[in-house]
């Protein structure tokens, strides 16, 4: 893997960060104490499309993250050839960890706040919450 190629992924990558802190702080900068998950649910609802669109970078921040450290492993892995491969095991434990849990919150987020929004099913929500 050539330099360039890295420094071009870490670009993407670094720019994809900063687009994940404008949209955290765009969503989150003006949330109030939350005292009920109704209260959090309404929040949510009403900045539903930076929440989706905040996961879905997250998601794509993922995919950066493993496309920059499978680089870095290609780029050192000549020179250092063990040490890399121990830290290119757990590269992909991070990918599908991370993205299953920012596509869980696109995925099955949403259908669990419609269950919690209907009256018939509100109980099995808050079982599902499992908040005490």
């Not at 209260?39 to 970078?57: G, T, V």
């Amino acid at each position: 893997m050539k330099p360039k190629t890295i420094g071009v992924i870490a670009t993407i990558a670094i720019v994809t960060n900063i687009l994940w802190i404008i949209l955290m702080i765009a969503m989150e900068g003006d949330a109030p104490i939350f005292n009920t998950v109704a209260d959090r649910i309404s929040f949510i609802e009403a900045k539903a499309f930076l929440y989706r669109i905040s996961y879905i970078n997250a998601a794509f921040l993922t995919v950066i993250g493993t496309l920059f450290m499978t680089s870095l492993y290609l780029y050192s892995k000549k020179k250092y050839e063990f040490w890399s491969t121990i830290a290119f095991v757990f590269v992909p434990i991070y990918a599908v960890l991370n993205l299953f849990s920012y596509l869980s919150q696109i995925i099955i987020v949403p259908p669990l706040l419609a269950l919690y929004s209907t009256p018939e099913t509100k109980v099995l929500a808050r079982l599902l919450h499992l908040k005490k």
